[in-house]
Nanobody
């Protein structure tokens, strides 16, 4: 069972930034990994992902503002959130093992408990 532990969430004002971290119990080098978010009343949304070849994908809603990256040495996945807006408020989860029609679409094999991001106006 892959274990994923997220950290780095918090409360920020609009326009601010955060960096989320995900520590994985497996080698992240050639694994499809993604960040998705969940907010009350909204559908689960994949926001950024690496496919197994290392190519990145971003949701239209975050492209140009969020950046996904990997640390192969420490088996970590990061998500830098920039130019935050209140609509980015959500629980952010790290996931591995992409099984959906695209790397940004569910389902994924494993995901963590999440880290909360709250953006105030």
């Amino acid at each position: 069972q892959v274990q994923l532990v997220e950290s780095g969430g918090g409360s920020v004002q609009a326009g601010g930034s955060l960096r989320l971290s995900c520590e994985a119990s497996v080698n992240v080098r050639r694994v499809c990994m993604a960040w998705f978010r969940e907010a009350p009343g909204k559908e689960r949304e994949g926001v950024a992902a690496f496919d197994t070849d290392g190519y990145t994908s971003y949701a239209v809603s975050v492209e140009g503002r969020f950046t996904i990256s990997k640390d192969y040495t420490h088996n970590r996945l990061y998500l830098h959130l920039g130019s935050l807006v209140p609509e980015d408020t959500a629980m952010y989860h790290c996931a591995s093992g992409c099984r959906g029609p695209s790397v940004l679409r569910p389902p994924w094999d494993n995901w963590g408990q999440g880290t909360q991001v709250a953006v105030s106006p």
